[in-house]
């Protein structure tokens, strides 16, 4: 039987010097036993696995709202892609995997329902409470809402996923680095996530845009970088049908993104001089990323698809019934706290309201946030 001590002989020998290794790490917040058979970094794997909130993100939307089709993402999908991109980079790059995919299925344990709308929605009513911030609400989550130990709340996380989650960035995320050495870059690790998820979310969203028929290949002819996927596609598969020419187009895609960061982050290694974890968190830059002419490429897919896909009046008007649903439960709630369930109510006591009541918003999937709304407004629902 291979013992956590085995394994984290095998990381000091199989993982580059800059990756994060967990028989090195910073620890947790509360002292525990070290499990005899799992590393530190698999044991935070697990704990995100098992808790509510990760449960929670198969009814959360990523483009598509749950009732309009079951082939499309949702928060738990879109994680779990997250998470195979990033463990791919991982292998090329000699990080550390485990790390890699604690962070990548953490990172959206936080998002409230409905998506961005709904991100908007709850920091617009918080604005005079400190604002919500999805990344905050993952370390929320993580610190103190979850409650499965006796001993203390939360998951008790190691520090560097926690710090994973606080410096997670992206063209729609901002950090909150709070306590987490800010100011510095995060691991490796960490920056493979964020880009992880930036491909991830680009190319399936792109994929499920198509498969609404909002998109059509035709329409993305005028994007470099798909019309270069699609026409090597057209080439290689004759006789494909145009989806089966779509999912290689977007394989094709992320193929491509991966093997580009895969190259430049190596290269950016070695003239950075990065020899260990540390030295990548105080680079002058950050140290995983896509090559100029790629990155350029990949931007202009992401604005074809804000342009055409996120803006697109269907995916709107879901999105002005979100904001009118979360705008009008936090309105309620705050008016008359009693209104919330009792199990909620009893956390009011030492924190704000106002935070509790978003604490429970921002933890609904988007069926309960409808539900709850049809309870509060509509005569003909039961209580």
């Known amino acids: 039987m291979k013992t956590r001590e085995f394994q984290e002989e095998l990381e000091r020998d199989r993982l580059a010097s800059w990756a994060c290794s967990a028989g090195a790490s910073r620890g947790r917040k509360h002292s525990e036993e070290e ?8 044991r935070d794997r697990d704990r995100i696995i ?10 959360k939307t990523q483009v598509f709202i749950y009732h309009e089709g079951d082939h499309y993402r949702n928060r738990l999908t879109h994680s779990l892609e997250v998470a195979v991109v ?8 000699q990080l550390n995997e485990d790390l890699v995919e604690t962070i990548a299925l953490a990172h959206d344990l936080g998002h409230s329902p409905f998506g961005h709308p709904g991100e908007r929605v709850l920091d617009e009513m918080m604005d005079s409470w400190g604002g919500f911030e999805h990344n905050r609400q993952s370390l929320r989550v993580v610190e103190i809402i979850e409650h499965r130990y006796p001993g203390f709340r939360g998951l008790n996380l190691t520090w560097e996923a926690r710090e994973g989650m606080a410096k997670h960035t992206t063209e729609y995320d901002a950090p909150a680095e709070d306590g987490y050495a800010p100011g510095k870059y995060p691991s490796l690790e960490a920056q493979v ?12 969203d792109l994929e499920d845009g198509l498969a609404s028929g909002l998109l059509s290949p035709r329409s993305l002819r005028d994007v470099p970088l798909w019309d270069d996927a699609y026409g090597r596609a057209e080439k290689e598969l004759a006789g494909a049908t145009s989806r089966q020419l779509g999912y290689a187009a977007i394989r094709r895609l992320i193929n491509l993104l991966i093997e580009d960061v895969g190259r430049t982050t190596l290269a950016n290694v070695a003239a950075l001089g990065i020899e260990s974890p540390d030295d990548a968190r105080v680079a002058p830059q950050l140290t995983v990323a896509l090559g100029e002419k790629r990155d350029q490429g990949f931007r202009e897919l992401k604005r074809f698809l804000f342009e ?9 008007r879901m999105a002005v019934k979100a904001e009118k649903i979360l705008r009008e439960l936090f309105t309620v709630f705050n008016a008359d706290p ?7 109510r009893v956390h009011v006591e030492g924190h704000s309201p106002e935070r509790v009541i978003c604490d429970y918003i921002a933890g609904m999937t988007d069926r309960y946030a409808i539900r709850e709304y049809r309870k509060l407004f509509s005569p003909e629902e039961n209580m």
């Open 86 to 93: 990033g463990r791919t980079l991982a292998r090329m790059l």
């Open 50 to 59: 098992h808790s509510n909130a990760f449960r929670r993100l198969e009814y």
């Open 193 to 204: 996530v964020c880009l992880a998820d930036e491909i991830a979310y680009t190319n399936h």
């Open 338 to 344: 009693q209104l919330l369930p009792s199990n909620v």
């Open 35 to 42: 499990h005899p058979y799992r590393t530190a970094y698999q």
């Open 308 to 316: 055409n896909l996120y803006r697109h009046h269907r995916v709107r």
